[in-house]
């Protein structure tokens, strides 16, 4: 079956580094999403990933290991605006995203 | 209008009601999905469109229906609305199915079946 792992919640201070990891299967792979999500919001895109390494975008850097079926979203300096929950998608072969329950991400002052 | 906009943003309805949530894009996108999001789980694909004419089913199409007349607009239809159908739904699209960027959502609108 189809299945996305992460965890549901975690707490971070204000200016740390926080992991988010995401654990996947699917069948068949083309590519690894992270995706943010402010309650009461739409999903906004964070990182798309589908070769095996880090991807560096601002205070955010997203890593995939394809053979491990893991990634993570490394956030970097936080800030009180980066509460939120953050989804992991697979895209499988048919092009359809597979996604997580989402990480409710607190940032504490 | 820029980029998807979806009505109503939240309502309240009666069980058995018949109910559409409508979905206008102008990015001039191929393919539009409908996601249902409830606490405690992912995403969930109800339908989706690849293009103007076509709807494909996705995990959870039980109760619902769409239609793809143009490639502006994608309207979600329960036909008699029951209580499990109470949740967030969102309006979504891209450039292609195949499309490997990003994915653009509507605001979301709020559904609450009594």
């Known amino acids: 079956g189809q299945n996305i792992d992460q965890p549901t919640e975690m707490t971070a201070t204000e200016g740390a580094i926080v992991q988010i990891n995401c654990t996947y299967q699917t069948s068949g792979f083309n590519g690894l999403f992270w995706y943010q999500q402010h309650a009461g919001e739409a999903p906004t895109f964070l990182s798309y990933n589908v070769l095996d390494g880090l991807e560096e975008k601002g205070r955010f850097s997203s890593f995939l290991s394809r053979s491990k079926g893991y990634s993570y979203l490394l956030l970097k300096e936080l800030q009180m605006k980066d509460s939120a929950s953050y989804l992991c998608?697979?895209?499988?072969?048919?092009?359809?995203?597979?996604w997580g329950a989402g990480t409710k991400l607190i940032i504490k002052p | 209008i820029a980029g998807i906009t979806q009505a109503p943003t939240s309502q309240i309805l009666a069980a058995g009601r018949r109910m559409t949530l409508r979905c206008t894009q102008d990015?001039?996108?191929?393919?539009m999905y409908w996601y249902r999001q409830d606490l405690g789980l992912g995403l969930r694909l109800i339908h989706y469109s690849n293009t103007a004419g076509t709807t494909g089913k996705g995990e959870v199409p039980d109760g619902y229906s769409v239609s793809r007349a143009n490639t502006d607009d994608f309207p979600l239809t329960l036909a008699s609305a029951v209580p499990s159908q109470t949740s967030v739904y969102f309006c979504?699209?891209?450039?292609?199915?195949?499309?490997?960027?990003?994915?653009?959502f509507g605001e979301g609108s709020r559904l609450t079946v009594l």
């Open positions: 998608a697979s895209m499988d072969s048919n092009y359809q995203l597979i």
């Open positions: 979504a699209s891209s450039p292609a199915v195949e499309n490997t960027g990003e994915l653009f």
């Open positions: 990015m001039r996108h191929n393919a």
